[in-house]
């Protein structure tokens, strides 16, 4: 079910498996106001339905965001995260290494710095994050 589409997002939901899915849009050109403002429609989104399952679909991005800048980024949105009741989410994954290992060191520091409650795995196939979601 659609449940927001607008030039930068879209967001598909799941009833019967409580699974958001996003497409983690193109982040060239973007100013930071124009990327919160998505990110915190997605973070409305997960509150107001209660959704427990977020599929972040990385592979298709582009950033011309500086590593420090997308490094603040990912952190910020791990601190919205914080403030719904999201379970699980699975990336499916990039295949440029650079960007992956900013992926990697923010995860790591949501873990540490911001102590994310939710489990958070990168996948390479949308099929197996999909399992991984559906299951309890």
Do not use: C
């Not at 939901?13 to 100013?31: A, C, E, H, K, N």
């Not at 997308?70 to 290494?97: C, G, I, N, P, V």
């Not at 996948?123 to 979601?133: H, I, N, P, R």
């Amino acid at each position: 079910m659609l449940l927001h589409k607008d030039g930068l997002i879209e967001l598909n939901y799941d009833v019967v498996q409580d699974i958001l899915s996003f497409r983690w849009p193109d982040l060239s050109g973007m100013t930071m106001p124009e990327i919160d403002f998505s990110l915190k429609k997605l973070i409305d989104t997960l509150r107001h339905y209660d959704i427990k399952n977020l599929l972040v679909d990385s592979r298709q991005s582009k950033t011309d965001l500086s590593k420090d800048e997308h490094l603040a980024l990912l952190l910020r949105f791990s601190e919205y995260l914080m403030s719904t009741r999201l379970q699980k989410m699975a990336r499916l994954a990039t295949s440029d290494l650079s960007r992956e290992n900013v992926v990697d060191f923010a995860v790591e520091e949501a873990v540490n710095r911001i102590g994310i409650t939710f489990v958070f795995r990168n996948f390479t196939d949308e099929a197996s994050a999909l399992k991984w979601l559906g299951e309890s």
